[in-house]
DNA sequence: GTGGTCTAGACCACG
DNA sequence: GTGGTCTAGACCACT
């Protein structure tokens, strides 16, 4: 299980923390009942501060994504979702887009163009 | 000119104005130097403190979309539609999606064809 | 608004203050949209960091009692309850203090005397 | 002797334990001098560590409910049914459902109403 | 070992 | 002024 934060990131750093771990539940990477990294170790392993990940883990636990064993440790709860509760998920998260795209004044090419460039930053530079 | 704050809406509000302002520049709504509602007229308007709307107008300055002209007031940009801050937008609403549908673990594929679905939902079958 | 906590008492501090806030909120003291106190104000008169109080109004926040406006401070959110609720709330503590005491063999009697007594602790010492 | 545990109630898995075996003494299940089960036996059959078990076989023996006897086992307390400990029993349980109605808004008269309500269901309305 | 609570103190964004 | 985030470091209860 590899998490990651990025501090030129916007967000929180928990946030992203949270976002990092809520994405390995959803898409089933970490499995109901797998243990999620302890709070010191992932500390170590980031170089933050055991409370930040405390945070983080204390909000899973808030999103019913996670829960705690005294003494033993923190822990994923929700199974991964099914297709047809995945399909309703990605229509949701592309209506949220098209609003925000809407309110924006962005059309739809624009949007999708711009999500290509950012998630295909360089083509072949070569030639 | 209509502008509209959501105290539920969880951008800062002064961000919200500046948003607002943006997109009625961008658009053409706002076209070159028209004046924008007085710091105090919006300010009664809106019910927030002078302070939050002088906060947006003095970031919509910084952003080179409007200009002020002292003892007379704020005014759109005359300069073309400002491509760079379009382009910045566009990016904007790329990256929101982009982070939403990472939170729940939607791949960037997904998205899009999701958004493509969502937009074009009537097909041609014929040849 | 009187907050007051209990270093003996074994509840952690922050969630005494959350009974404290919720008992005022509950029982409309605090109405609706009423501010609390600031969590600096607060943490200075109960002499505790500031994050310890943070902490309790998170959780409000998470109880739905309590919201925040940035830069406003914290208010109190939700109404009392009618009677009837009112008393559908008194029954479940009765019975959850019921349920309790058969778990541990205690009578009702029992039960209702050791509560008078830690209620009205002393009576009168004269004559 | 039958004990069980919840890893859901809030309560620590020895307390657990501990009011488990508290309960069946004070109730006259347990006579005097009666073996209890052995730290591992118990501990396979709940599936927790045998550390477990031993805290709370310790508590026992601090409350005055068990004593040890070298390489026999441990054993309820002889002792008439001990009066202190169940005095503070009760005074346990009528705390726990004082805080419980402080936490709500309910009174103490409101809550002792309640119990006796709860109790005495039917009244004689006859002379 | 695990997570939970608390203190002290810093810096930031917001209104 | 407000709350939010983060660090550093301490002590505690639980397994």
């Known amino acids: 299980m590899i998490i990651t934060v990025d501090p030129h990131d916007p967000r929180p750093i928990y946030v992203q923390i949270v976002d990092e771990v809520r994405r390995a539940i959803v898409m089933g990477i970490l499995p109901p009942d797998a ?7 992932l500390a170590v392993q980031l170089r933050l501060n055991p409370n930040t990940i405390s945070q983080a883990y204390r909000e899973l636990e808030r999103l019913d994504l996670a829960y705690v064993r005294r003494g033993q440790g923190t822990f994923a709860r929700s199974a991964p979702p099914n297709d047809a509760e995945r399909a309703a998920l990605i229509t949701d998260v592309a209506a949220r887009a098209l609003i925000d795209a809407h309110r924006n004044g962005v059309t739809v090419d624009e949007l999708v163009d711009a999500i290509r460039r950012a998630t295909q930053p360089r083509q072949d530079l070569a030639s």
């Open 35 to 41: 243990p999620l990294p302890s709070v010191r170790q």
